[in-house]
């Protein structure tokens, strides 16, 4: 039951996200690029077969148990939805954690993954909503500061709440041992609140902080290169519906 439980949790968290990422993306973003099916279906998989080969690259924290390991799938996963839009991005998401899982597999009974999903969508619509209702590079920095302050208010909320008992029972640890993990590291650890706020809530920071610096570094110089087409796509398409 317990097990049924999660995965129709992880399926309507999915869903949700998916119909949320959706309508902002009807009402809120006002400049859609019409692109061609196999266009957005081609990109999307790409960015998020670059950011499933990101997760391979783990880096432990000082300050944080072994579970809490900072990647940086996020930054192909943002060029993508400033590119194609927050479905896209949310689409990426999904993928990248599917490509991780049948490559690697999971070492977290499948509730590291789906955190990694739901956080990083907090993260990523934010953004994405926020640059493409206005684009330009002060937007795309709001965004991902909006994004990171979403995503650490959500994920340390989550973890609390939702994540570190789930795994406590699906991964069959008892929570005082997850805790006396954290407290090995930092003897402030004493409970689910302090192991969030010393170790949950910095991390989500510091992720936020170098995802969203680099991705800045690398979309001002991967943009001119994924627009330069969408101009003659657009003239085509338009040939098209004039004949």
């Known amino acids: 039951m317990e097990n049924l439980g999660f995965v129709l949790s992880c399926a309507a968290t999915i869903a949700l996200l998916f ?6 993306e009807k009402y809120l973003v006002k400049e859609r690029k019409a692109f061609s099916s196999t266009h957005y279906l081609t990109y999307t998989a790409i960015f ?5 080969a990101l997760m391979f690259l783990e880096i432990p924290l000082f300050f944080a148990p072994s579970f809490y390991k900072i990647d940086l799938s996020e930054i192909p996963v943002m060029i993508c939805t400033f590119y194609l839009g927050p479905v896209a991005g949310v689409a990426a998401e999904l993928l990248k954690v599917m490509v991780k899982l049948l490559l690697k ?6 509730v ?6 739901a956080v990083g969508c907090s993260f990523v ?5 926020i640059y493409h209702a206005k684009p330009g590079r002060k937007t795309a920095l709001l965004g991902m500061a909006v994004g990171t302050a979403v995503m650490t208010v959500f994920g340390s909320a989550f ?3 939702y994540l570190l008992p789930k795994f406590a029972v699906l991964f069959g640890m008892p929570m005082e041992a997850i805790i006396g993990m954290g407290t090995k590291i930092n003897p ?4 689910v609140s302090t192991l969030v706020l010393f170790a949950v809530v910095p991390f989500n920071l510091l992720k936020g902080v170098i995802v969203s610096a680099l ?4 979309y001002k110089r991967i943009s001119p290169i994924l627009h330069r087409g969408d101009q003659r796509r657009q003239q085509r398409r338009a040939e098209k519906a004039a004949v």
């Open 215 to 218: 991705t800045f570094l690398l």
């Open 19 to 24: 119909v949320a990422a959706a309508l902002f």
């Open 159 to 161: 973890n609390a709440i």
């Open 112 to 117: 590291g993954d789906f955190a990694n999903f």
């Open 125 to 129: 619509l934010p953004a994405s909503v």
């Open 188 to 191: 402030s650890i004493t409970s």
């Open 105 to 110: 597999g999971t070492s977290t009974a499948f």
């Open 48 to 52: 998020a077969a670059l950011a499933g």
